[in-house]
């Protein structure tokens, strides 16, 4: 495992405090993830942007439907209508997006201490910070190459896609973007049924930049705390990763408290969380606009190679 920590940070263990929300979820393991695909309160699910229970329900609801033959038409109608009403709200709302963008970042700069207080603190965990912005780079450029290589568009989407992509980098939310983001791919010439199935569904299962910094943060909690993990317990560390992430919520920083479940499986301290308290809303924008981007070529790469190639 390459050394991701910077000599002479001057990294002081346990100087923040883990916040109440992820403590709370000490303990959690993956029947949690299982778990979380079922909800005794859709309505709750739905404020708490939770969406793999909403999926799950959508889902189960829709087939049920499909048994009922021409009585649920009326049903598919009203559905259609107010989806589509409420896109078009969120399309004029999203032309105030770069003034709110502006403000968010501006917000945490300033929370941050400003802009040299900042840099002091991503100076702290240097080489932490340049190895998640270096695999999420990698990663989306091993993206943009399956794009290119399936639909022979790749910089043509890449641009078509930019709105939903600098919305994302703003709000960290791949939930608040996903209209910005199905409104983009149909700009593009996604078809419909791949937008409504793999975008909504990506949008929460697909966090693939999410997995990836999890992976990332796990290995330098580790070092911090000098403990070395063997072969196994990184192979536990990225599986564990992987499926925490689809567990994890679309909104801002949702990977902490999912990173509590990759730290148990490995025996490491909750505390070392609060060492990536500084950076993590900084990182939290780039792994949003991987998973946005994933989000986006998988529903590229199933409309060229599924839809288009049935029809």
Avoid at 49 to 65: E, G, H, R, T, Y
Avoid at 167 to 183: H, N, Q
């Amino acid at each position: 495992v390459v050394n991701i920590i910077q000599p002479g940070a001057g990294i002081e263990l346990g100087e923040a405090t883990v916040p109440e929300r992820i403590l709370e979820k000490q303990g959690t393991g993956a029947s949690d993830i299982i778990m979380s695909l079922i909800s005794p309160n859709l309505f709750a699910s739905a404020t708490e942007m939770q969406l793999l229970p909403i999926i799950v329900f959508a889902i189960l609801f829709a087939m049920a439907l499909t048994t009922i033959g021409e009585r649920s038409k009326p049903v598919f109608a009203v559905f259609d209508g107010i989806n589509e009403a409420m896109m078009k709200l969120v399309i004029w709302i999203m032309y105030f997006a770069p003034i709110g963008i502006f403000a968010l970042i501006a917000a945490r700069i300033g929370l941050a201490g400003g802009g040299e207080e900042l840099f002091k603190e991503i100076e702290a965990v240097g080489w932490h910070v340049v190895t998640v912005l270096t695999g999420l780079f990698i990663h989306f450029c091993f993206l943009f190459l399956l794009l290119q290589l399936v639909a022979g568009k790749g910089l043509a989407y890449l641009f078509g896609m930019s709105r939903a992509l600098f919305t994302g980098f703003g709000t960290a939310s791949s939930t608040a973007t996903l209209p910005l983001t199905m409104e983009n791919a149909r700009e593009n010439n996604v078809s419909d049924k791949a937008i409504k199935f793999v975008l909504p569904l990506g949008s929460t299962v697909n966090m693939d930049g999410t997995a990836l910094y999890e992976a990332a943060a796990v290995l330098f909690i580790a070092q911090a705390y000098g403990i070395d993990l063997t072969m196994t317990q990184q192979i536990i560390v990225f599986i564990t990763a992987t499926l925490a992430a689809i567990g994890a919520a679309g909104i801002p920083e949702a990977g902490l408290v999912t990173m509590v479940i990759v730290l148990s499986a490995v025996g490491l301290p909750l505390d070392g969380i609060a060492l990536l308290l500084a950076v993590d809303w900084f990182l939290d924008r780039f792994r949003t606009v991987v998973n946005i981007w994933g989000d986006s070529v998988g529903a590229k790469v199933i409309d060229t190679l599924v839809i288009k190639k049935a029809l």
